[in-house]
């Protein structure tokens, strides 16, 4: 169950999230490690830059990186709005 939840949130809509927020905010810069690729050695930040320069992060520290901005934007839709 403990498996479940954690793929739920940080591996389907995490990931999800920072595959849309990352490029989009940095341009087309930053991208998030494909699912399908092979693995390759990251930093100890999840962090690494690919032939064209591109910085590419890991698929762990994108899911994090989208369920942070996921609460921040729940946060933010909560506090906007007179639910308090």
Known sequence: MEY??????FEFIGRSIARIVMPAL????VYVH???ASPERFNW???????DGRVMIAR????FIGVIVMIVIFLAIVFSTDLF
């Open 45 to 51: 930040l999840g962090y690494r830059r690919d032939e």
């Open 34 to 36: 494909p699912l399908n």
């Open 60 to 63: 762990d520290v994108a899911g």
């Open 26 to 29: 940095s341009f087309g810069q």
């Open 4 to 9: 479940l939840l954690y793929w739920l949130f």
